[in-house]
C-alpha cells in the first residue's frame, strides 16, 4: 500500500511563502497522477493542485498563479510551492494521489499551515 509524509508547514504572515514536501512509500510512485489536498478546520477536504507522471499540472482556481506543484520520480517526492499566501490559505495539507483517495491507509499526517497576521 502506498502511504505518504508530508512535512514543511508552519507559520506564516500573509503574503509569505512556505514549501511542502511529500515522501512516498511502499507503491509505484511514478505511475501515479499525484495531488496536494487541504483540510481547513470544519470543512472538507479540498484538491487544490495535482501533477501527472509526466509533469504536467492543474490548479484550483482559489490557489491558481501562487501555487506550484512539482515532483521527483526518481526520489518518490512531490512539493508543493506555495506562494502569496492568504489567509483562507490556513489548512492542513496532505499528499495522495486522486486514484487512491479513497483508500484510508493511503492519507499520511499531513503538515499544518498557518497563515496569520
Known amino acids: 500500500q502506498v502511504q505518504f509524509v508530508e512535512s514543511g508547514g508552519g507559520l506564516v504572515h500573509p503574503g509569505g511563502s512556505l514549501r511542502l514536501s511529500c515522501a512516498a512509500s511502499g507503491g509505484i510512485f511514478n505511475i501515479y497522477t499525484m495531488g496536494w489536498y487541504r483540510q481547513a478546520p470544519g470543512q472538507q477536504r479540498k484538491l487544490v493542485a495535482t501533477?501527472?507522471?509526466?509533469?504536467?499540472?492543474n490548479y484550483a482556481d482559489s490557489v491558481k498563479g501562487r501555487f506550484t506543484i512539482s515532483r521527483d520520480n526518481a526520489k518518490n517526492k512531490v512539493y508543493l510551492q506555495m506562494n502569496s499566501l492568504k489567509l483562507e490559505d490556513t489548512a492542513v495539507y496532505y499528499c495522495?494521489?486522486?486514484?487512491?483517495?479513497?483508500?484510508?491507509?493511503?492519507w499520511g499526517q499531513g503538515t499544518q499551515v498557518t497563515v496569520s497576521s
Open positions: 495522495n494521489s486522486p486514484a487512491l483517495e479513497t483508500s484510508v491507509g493511503s
Open positions: 501533477i501527472i507522471s509526466g509533469g504536467n499540472t
